[in-house]
Structure formats: C-alpha cells, structure tokens
C-alpha cells in the first residue's frame, strides 16, 4: 500500500485554531460538521483549506466560526466511532451500510416529491421546476456513482490492487466534485431550503429532506475523500 505524504494526522484533542484544515476539524470533532454546513464551508472536496482560508472565500468571520464550533463541541454527544481508527474493511462496510442503504433509499423518494411539488406549486414558484429537475440530475449522478463504488472501487481497496484502484479513486474524486456543486446548486434553487407562509407539508418535507441528504452526503464524501483514499494513494 502507498504512504500517502497528505493523510491528514491522527486524532487529537489539541485547541481549534483557525489554520487548521476543516477537514482535520470534522474528522476530529465531527460535531463540527453542522455548523460547517451551516456557513456552506465545504470541508469535503476543498477539506484542506483551512479555516481562515475557507472563511476568506465567503466573507465570513473566522473567529465566529471557530467560536461555534467550540461550543458544538462542549456541547457534544458521547464521542462515535473516528473512522480513522477502522481497517478499511470495516470502514468500506460502514461507507455502505450507513451512507450508500440511505441514498438508494432517500433517492426515489426526494426524485418522486421534487416533481409533486413542482407540478403543484410550480405556477407560483418558477424555481421548484428547476430544482426537481436538479434533483433528478443529482439522483442519476450518485446512483452511477455508488454502483461504480461498489462493483470495481471497493473490491479493488479490499484486495489492496493499488494500481487497479489509483485511477478508479482519482474519478471518485471528479466525481465528488461534480456531486458537490449539484448540491451547492440545490441549496441555492431552494433559498436554502426555506419555505414559504404558503407551503404544504409536501413542500415542507421536500426541503427538509433534502437538508438532510446534503448533509448525509457531504459527510460521506468528507470520508471517502479525507480517510479512505489517502490509505492507497498520496494526496495535496
């Protein structure tokens, strides 16, 4: 197996300081993770900047950023499991059965109410139309993704085929790129997630789920991107 010179480092319950990479601070405080998403700092495919750098690309205040994620973390649930801890076996198992069972089933189900709610309410808010079609264009990416994932990539890490895997894992990350600017776009069509005085439940739970999809997935690229793939090849 290749030694990655980019792998972030182990965990530490060292101070948060602001030129420390978002991605380090969600892996080691992934209650942090929340309040990144919160500011839209994408601690995923651009997990190396640090916070100040992050900050800087959205006109934010890093001192506020860092002081709400001390308090999520005084505030914190007892601690999960670091996926940095795992073998790669159990980590992939994990990616799996907590990340890839919740996207084949929540998929179908935002493809079916985006479009009820945009043959409903479309009339009044243009914008719901392009955001089903989004929505439908995001559940044809991740479905192909995760199906790549499954039958070559991961087979591929388990039996450690490093130069089968290489440029396999240089697509996911492409890949994971693209998936994150359709979720930045969704956000955006949506007004991040709000709803209207007017809205019905359908609507309603449209957006909510959809908040909660984004958040799923980001966390689940933040893995594959930040502990998964520095295990088999280097990374900047």
């Given at each position: ?197 007017w809205a019905c439940n359908s609507y309603r739970t449209l957006m ?11 966390r689940h690229v933040h893995v594959e991107n930040h502990v998964l ?8």
């Amino acid at each position: 197996m290749l030694e990655s010179t980019g792998t972030l480092h182990a965990p530490s319950e060292g101070m948060l300081t602001i030129e420390i990479p978002v991605a380090e601070i969600v892996l080691d405080h992934s209650e942090c993770a929340a309040v990144l998403d919160r500011y839209r700092i994408d601690y995923c495919c651009r997990g190396r900047q640090s916070l100040r750098e992050a900050c800087g690309e959205r006109s934010l205040d890093p001192g506020t950023i860092l002081d709400e994620c001390e308090l999520a973390i005084r505030r914190r649930e007892p601690k999960t499991t670091d996926p940095r801890t795992l073998t790669t076996r159990q980590l992939i198992t994990d990616v799996i059965g907590r990340h890839h069972r919740y996207l084949h089933r929540a998929l179908p189900f935002l493809q079916t109410l985006s479009h009820k709610v945009a043959q409903v309410h479309g009339g009044r808010q243009e914008a719901l139309r392009e955001l089903a079609s989004q929505v439908e264009a995001l559940s044809t990416t991740l479905i192909a993704h995760l199906d790549d994932e499954e039958r070559t990539l991961f087979p591929a890490l388990l039996t450690n085929d490093v130069a089968a895997a290489a440029p396999m894992l240089a697509t996911m990350r492409e890949e994971h790129e693209v998936v994150g600017k359709m979720l930045a776009d969704i956000r955006t069509t949506s007004e991040d997630y709000a709803c209207p005085e007017w809205a019905c439940n359908s609507y309603r739970t449209l957006m909510a789920e959809l908040a909660n999809l984004e958040a799923d997935t980001l966390r689940h690229v933040h893995v594959e991107n930040h502990v998964l793939m520095p295990r088999f090849v280097a990374t900047a």
